[in-house]
Every structure is written in structure tokens, then in C-alpha cells.
């Protein structure tokens, strides 16, 4: 009985022996992989043990403490959680997790839903042997539900090496969204290293095809399916979508959001969510604004932000300066005053000189020359002084009119170009103090006032349609006594003013009521998060968002005569949430393709009608001096006609004054009869 016992003894102590033996040889595979992994980066290490048995935790512990205890130099902290649930960490980590089968590992997960692909994650499992087994095709559909994409399952089967298995949810093998595993590493135990150095291979750069659905709307500038058949898009979300579709090689699938399900974005629980992420699309776009603090109650996630959308208002404008205040618009009415003393003291001056200084020569018209110095002309060789005094007075007059020239044509070149227009509101306050009428969409109205308190509510009305389908009605309201403005994103009113002639009885005020980002949003910490926020910096930083948003939206800033009109986008408006400003014949003749830099009849109003004015003038003058003569003439041709009156009797001649007499008239009796009467 002693040498039976001494022999079991034997055998257990061989046993151990050979166990420890092997699972330093798995400590320092798995220690190669986290030193040398992206894992090795980090600062922390979080390392999770959980076992479903009693029989199985102890070889866990043994193997944790043989790990801790080959680690004693490595930098990194070490976390340790025992039998322990994880917790969502909002950051890069890295977990080792030593489990002995998948309710284990089930449990290890049981409070996260997704990791948002944030984790670089070893994982070894002590039960399952069999890397293409029911067991490891069930956790690696765990993994993948709940996006741990950068994961390896370290399995020990029989034989002399260690099995690295992971999974590739896009592949131009396994096809799209199948869970399959794969041997991405060996470690032989004879030469004590992986064949591959690789332990974490990306998985999301090539989509291989595959589809990928988003839901959204149509919405301009924003994304418009084209309707030529090339499956297209147009708008600044459409032409990033294209962009990332391009780059990551997947095809785009739509799911088109009903009017219902696009109201029901704007609850901030966002519960329509759980519906279209969990049914219909991976991912969704439709100008959602990014929101820094959506806690754990949000189902959904959100990228990083594309888009900066200024929310501004759109008023209509009171009244346009006429053509003739266009003339006077560069000088501010105190220098017109000053300029029209000046010139009525120089005329007065001339005067003088030429009454009471009669020596002195001076041009044959000086008023006329006076005015040709002052429009910039120029004076007649013998008529300049010869004096320096004069010479210097001279001088002086015509630098102060080149100044003066020059500062009108530079405001009247900027007038005419700009079309400037009689005090529009300038800030949000002015808007605020003018009362004017704030038209806005309802589920835009909380926010709204949150950001302007000052806002009476009695000033807001709803839109009934979208803004741009209202843009139209309010530049109509232009050069009315009413006071209306539009709330309204950036984008909108650039867009509208790129595709129509109404946009220039517009006026935006430039301060912004409030900003926000416009976002992707995907279920909730989705491994897509990532590979958006990859793409969106890639596109940040080549400028092509900047290029997207001049093609669409940056009108606003430019002149109209540079910009590029384009077409309106033609689409049919999906349950009438938005729409397209639909233009008259009238107006499409106006929006040319392209539009020449050059000035218009319309901006040369003013000088126009004063030269028709001056010249119908002249012509009337011209017909005076013509007709004058002749008239004249006339009535000296109808007094020499006029038949002589009889000679007066003897009884009319003593009636004849006496001045007559005097003056030898008596012969011309009828001349002086007229001097008497």
C-alpha cells in the first residue's frame, strides 16, 4: 500500500512537472503578444480571470500568478479583475481575458453592449481545443456583436503549438457579415515565437463590395439622390458618403426615412433609433447635429463631426436704395454738404476776382473749367498761372479731387457690386429690437429659446413648410412695411442663393444665434465609429470638405457676379418634409449655367436714367432755341401786318401832347399816339 501511494505521488509530482512546463511556455506567448502588440503601447493592462467551474479557476489563478510573476520589468499598470463584469471604457485599452470556456467569457461581457472597437483584446480560453468548433464559432459571434474587432482566442490543442483564432466580418472568401473562424497565428513550442508578428490584422480597411445601408432623407445641400440612374448623389453628406464609399469599396444601400421617423429624430432620447439600427440600416445620415453629452441612455453613437451648420436668420429687407441714392452712396451726406461748400465758395471766389480784380486774366469760362478741374480734367496751357502761390493752390485742388474721385469711385464700385441695401439689421439684437417676426420650425422652437431668452414668444410663428421652400415667399415680402425674418442654417440660405435670382432681396445677419455639428450616426459604440472617424479626418484633411461646402453652400460669402449659379437640383420631395424652390419660367431664363463677371443694366440704373434725363433735356433745349427765333419773327411779321389806323382829324391833332411837338412827331402821329396812351 506505501509503494502504491509513493507511486501516485510520483505521478502527480510528473504530472505538475509537465503542466508548469507548458504553461510557462503559454505565459511567454501570450507575454510576446502583449509587449510586442499595439497592447504593449498602452499604459495600463486590464486583466480579467473568470471561470464557470471550480475545477478549472485554480489552473487560472496558477497561470495569472506564473503571468504576473514573468512581467516583473514591463512599465505598464496592472488591473485585475476576478470574477468580475467589464465596464465600457471611452478609450483605447488593452484587456487579456483568461477564461476556461464561453459562459465565462459570457459573463466577463454581460453588462456591455459594444466596445465601439476601442479595446486591443487576447483572449485565452483553456476548455475548447477545436479552433473551428461550435464553441469558438460562438464566441467569436459574441466578439463581433459586440464590435471587439482587434481580438485574438489563444487555444492550446493537442499537439506541439498554440492557435491564434480570430474572424474577418468582410472578406472576399467567407463573403459579408459571416462569422467564420480563422488561424491568424501559430506559436510553436519548439522554437518558443509566433510565426507572424502580426497579432491584431485590420479588418475594417476593405469592405470588399459589401453593402452597407444607410438611412436618410433628401434634404438640399445636404444629400439628393440623383435620378439619372447612376445611383449618385449630390449635397455636401452625399458626396462624403461617395467619398467613403469609394475609399472603403463597399456599395450603398438606402433606407429612406418616412416623414414619421424623421420627426421622431428630433426627440433627444432618440428611441427611433433602436427601430432603424436594429431592422433597416448600419448606419444613418441626415444632418444630425453632434451632441457632447449623450450619455448611456442615448441608443445610439455618433461620429466625430463633419460639418460646422451656423444657425443664423434671413430677414427680409424694408427697402432697396433707389437708383438715384445709389449715386450719392459713397459720400456720407455731412462731405456731400462739405463738398458742395467748397465748390460754392470757389465759385463765389472766381466772382470776386473777376469783378474787382480786372487785371488779372482769367479762362474764358472759369466756371466751366472749374468744374473740368474737379472731375479730373484739364486746363488749357495759357490758362495755368505762372505765379508759385497759384501754382500751389492749383496743386492743392487737384490732389484733394483725385482723393475724392478716387474714394467715390471705390464706394460706387462696391455698391454696384455688392448691391447694398438701406440699413438692414446688422445683428441679432437689432432683428430683436425691430420687431420683427421670427418664423422658425416647431421642433426647433425649445432650442431656440434656450439660446435667445431675450425672444418673446409672441414674435415666433412656425414654418409650414421647410426653409428653403419658404425663402421664395419672404424676398416677395421684400420692400413691404413688414418685418419678417426666417431662422434658418447657413447652408440652407447659401444653397438658395446658388440656385435662385430671388436670394439678392434677401439679407443674412451675419452673427450666429448658436453652431452646430452635423454627425454620423450608428448603433450604439459600433465598430463603424471608428472607420467613420477615419474617414471623416482623411477628408478633413485633403480639403475636400472645404471644396464640398464652396461648391454648395459658401455662395453667401462671395459676390453674386463671381459665383457659379447652379441648377436647381430637379427631385421629387419625399412625404413634403423638404423640398427644392421650385422657380417660373421667368426666373430659370435668369439662372444661367454661368454667369459672367460683368456689370448689369439693372446695377447701372442710375446712370442710365440721368443720361436719358440730360439728354431728353438737351433735346427740349435744342427745340427751344430752334422754335425761339421763329417765334419771334412771327410776332414781327403780325405787327408789320397790321392794317395803319386813318390820320387824325384837326380835332384830334390839338390832343397831340406837347412832347410831341417838341420832338417834330407830329408827322408820326401813331407812334407817339402809342407813347401817349
Not at 196 to 212: D, H, R, T, V
Request: aromatic share 10%; charged share 20%.
Amino acid at each position: 500500500m506505501k509503494y502504491i501511494l509513493h507511486l501516485l505521488l510520483c505521478c502527480s509530482l510528473v504530472a505538475n512537472t509537465m503542466a508548469s512546463g507548458s504553461d510557462l511556455e503559454l505565459v511567454d506567448a501570450l507575454v510576446q503578444v502583449m509587449v510586442n502588440s499595439e497592447m504593449g503601447r498602452l499604459k495600463t493592462w486590464h486583466i480579467y480571470t473568470h471561470a464557470s467551474s471550480r475545477s478549472t479557476g485554480g489552473h487560472l489563478e496558477e497561470l495569472l500568478t506564473q503571468l504576473l510573476v514573468t512581467l516583473p520589468s514591463i512599465t505598464q499598470a496592472r488591473r485585475l479583475f476576478r470574477q468580475q463584469s467589464m465596464e465600457f471604457q471611452p478609450y483605447v485599452h488593452a484587456v487579456l481575458a483568461l477564461v476556461d470556456d464561453l459562459p465565462a467569457l459570457s459573463a466577463i461581457y454581460e453588462h456591455i453592449r459594444a466596445t465601439q472597437d476601442l479595446s486591443y483584446t487576447l483572449i485565452y480560453m483553456s476548455l475548447p481545443t477545436d479552433a473551428y468548433g461550435e464553441e469558438i464559432q460562438l464566441v467569436l459571434r459574441l466578439l463581433w456583436r459586440l464590435s471587439v474587432l482587434n481580438v485574438g482566442v489563444v487555444l492550446r490543442p493537442p499537439g506541439e503549438q498554440l492557435l491564434m483564432v480570430s474572424y474577418f466580418p468582410f472578406s472576399a472568401t467567407h463573403g459579408c457579415q459571416v462569422i467564420s473562424a480563422q488561424v491568424v497565428n501559430r506559436y510553436q513550442l519548439s522554437s518558443g515565437q509566433w510565426a507572424s508578428q502580426e497579432y491584431f490584422p485590420a479588418k475594417l480597411g476593405n469592405f470588399y463590395g459589401c453593402l452597407l445601408t444607410c438611412a436618410t432623407w433628401e434634404d438640399m445641400p445636404y444629400l439628393v439622390l440623383r435620378r439619372d440612374g447612376s445611383g449618385s448623389f449630390v449635397g455636401i453628406e452625399g458626396a462624403l458618403l461617395q467619398f467613403m464609399a469609394h475609399n472603403l469599396n463597399f456599395s450603398v444601400g438606402l433606407y429612406w426615412m418616412n416623414k414619421e421617423e424623421v420627426l421622431a429624430t428630433f426627440d433627444e432620447s432618440g428611441r427611433i433609433f433602436d427601430e432603424i439600427f436594429g431592422h433597416h440600416a448600419e448606419f444613418s445620415l441626415g444632418g444630425f447635429h453632434f451632441k457632447p453629452s449623450a450619455g448611456n441612455e442615448i441608443p445610439y453613437s455618433q461620429s466625430t463631426y463633419y460639418f460646422m451648420s451656423h444657425i443664423m436668420l434671413v430677414t427680409n429687407l424694408q427697402s432697396a436704395y433707389s437708383a438715384y441714392e445709389k449715386l450719392a452712396f459713397p459720400f456720407s451726406p455731412l462731405l456731400w454738404r462739405a463738398i458742395g461748400l467748397v465748390l460754392i465758395l470757389a465759385c463765389l471766389l472766381l466772382v470776386m476776382v473777376k469783378r474787382w480784380w480786372r487785371g488779372h486774366q482769367l479762362p474764358r469760362n472759369p466756371y466751366y473749367e472749374l468744374l473740368v478741374l474737379t472731375m479730373g480734367g484739364n486746363l488749357e496751357d495759357r490758362c495755368l498761372p505762372g505765379g508759385f502761390f497759384g501754382r500751389l493752390v492749383l496743386l492743392t485742388w487737384l490732389f484733394g479731387t483725385l482723393v475724392l474721385r478716387s474714394g467715390y469711385q471705390s464706394g460706387m464700385y462696391q455698391l454696384l457690386r455688392q448691391d447694398t441695401q438701406r440699413n438692414p439689421p446688422q445683428a441679432i439684437t437689432e432683428v430683436l429690437a425691430q420687431r420683427f417676426t421670427i418664423q422658425l420650425a416647431e421642433v426647433n422652437e425649445a432650442r431656440i429659446l434656450a439660446s435667445l431668452p431675450e425672444l418673446r414668444p409672441e414674435q415666433l410663428v412656425h414654418l409650414e413648410g421647410s426653409e428653403l421652400q419658404s425663402f421664395p415667399a419672404l424676398a416677395r415680402r421684400s420692400g413691404s412695411s413688414e418685418r419678417v425674418a426666417i431662422l434658418t442654417p447657413y447652408e440652407y440660405f447659401g444653397y438658395f442663393r446658388k440656385v435662385h435670382p430671388m436670394s439678392r432681396r434677401l439679407h443674412l445677419v451675419r452673427e450666429r444665434i448658436y453652431t452646430q455639428q452635423l454627425a454620423f450616426y450608428v448603433r450604439r459604440h459600433s465598430h463603424l465609429v471608428g472607420v467613420l472617424d477615419k474617414q471623416i479626418q482623411h477628408a478633413h484633411s485633403h480639403g475636400f470638405l472645404e471644396h464640398w461646402t464652396r461648391q454648395y453652400v459658401s455662395a453667401v460669402d462671395e459676390a453674386d457676379e463671381s459665383v457659379t449659379r447652379i441648377a436647381s437640383t430637379s427631385y421629387s420631395t419625399l412625404d413634403g418634409i423638404d423640398g427644392d424652390p421650385r422657380l417660373s419660367e421667368a426666373e430659370e431664363q435668369q439662372v444661367a449655367p454661368v454667369r459672367q463677371n460683368v456689370l448689369s443694366m439693372r446695377e447701372l440704373a442710375a446712370l442710365f436714367w440721368l443720361i436719358l434725363w440730360a439728354n431728353l433735356g438737351a433735346v427740349v433745349v435744342f427745340v427751344v432755341e430752334v422754335l425761339l427765333p421763329r417765334i419771334k419773327l412771327g410776332k414781327r411779321k403780325r405787327r408789320e401786318s397790321l392794317p395803319l389806323p386813318p390820320p387824325p382829324s384837326p380835332s384830334t391833332t390839338k390832343d397831340i401832347p406837347s412832347s410831341c411837338e417838341e420832338d417834330g412827331l407830329q408827322d408820326s402821329w401813331p407812334k407817339c399816339s402809342l407813347l401817349v396812351s
